[in-house]
């Protein structure tokens, strides 16, 4: 991995040192950019923070055991197993019935990526600490996002959960927070989120703390 200088100083609001900290993330659409987010958040704290981190993908799709060949020259298949890399471990294909076992371990973070699957992993998500919804301003993708807003409105605690938006900048997502009441986070396009630049690493550090 390719990181920004490690900090093995990190603290929560500026005195507190942080804690065991659990990240979830859904998207409110196939496709929105989960698993983009949460392999930045995972480079972030495990690289860039010096902190042992865990990231789950809780999803039937092959993008994290493929995520294997980017380290490791392997058959077409990918890996199913888990596998280390630096201070961040990786797990394809995580069920619902292996994710206590897993937050168990002794991991500083934890990211629990539930890709679109929110309803299927509901109370996993409402445990977590930090709760991200990723979503789009594109207009022929907004509806999705304000659909799950709508949704979620009743579910208690959902107004501090973060809601993370794709394919736009700052001047756009003011005013789509305005309109939709919500504080939204641009996520800024990155080919590669192994490779963060300051612009996000100051996001990803804003949504942990």
Request: hydrophobic share 35%; aromatic share 12%.
């Amino acid at each position: 991995m390719h990181f920004l200088k490690r900090s093995n100083n990190l603290y929560r609001n500026g005195n507190k040192k942080l804690g065991r900290l659990s990240i979830g993330i859904t998207s409110a659409y196939k496709g929105a950019g989960a698993t983009h987010l949460g392999l930045m958040l995972t480079s972030c704290m495990s690289e860039g923070l010096g902190l042992k981190t865990a990231y789950l993908h809780c999803q039937n799709s092959k993008d994290i055991a493929y995520l294997y060949n980017y380290f490791h020259s392997l058959e077409e298949g990918g890996r199913r197993e888990s596998f280390t890399v630096a201070n961040a471990t990786f797990y394809p294909y995580v069920s619902s019935e292996m994710i206590a076992n897993i937050l168990a371990r002794s991991y500083d973070c934890v990211v629990l990526d539930f890709g679109n699957n929110y309803s299927e992993y509901k109370e996993e998500f409402l445990r977590c600490d930090k709760k991200i919804a990723v979503g789009s301003l594109i207009p022929w993708k907004r509806y999705y996002l304000e659909e799950f807003i709508r949704k979620s409105e009743n579910v208690i605690g959902s107004a501090d959960w973060i809601y993370a938006v794709t394919h736009t900048d700052s001047k756009a997502a003011a005013k789509g927070a305005k309109q939709l009441q919500k504080k939204l986070s641009v996520i800024p396009y990155l080919e590669d989120p192994f490779y963060l630049s300051s612009e996000a690493m100051n996001i990803t550090k804003s949504i942990i703390y």
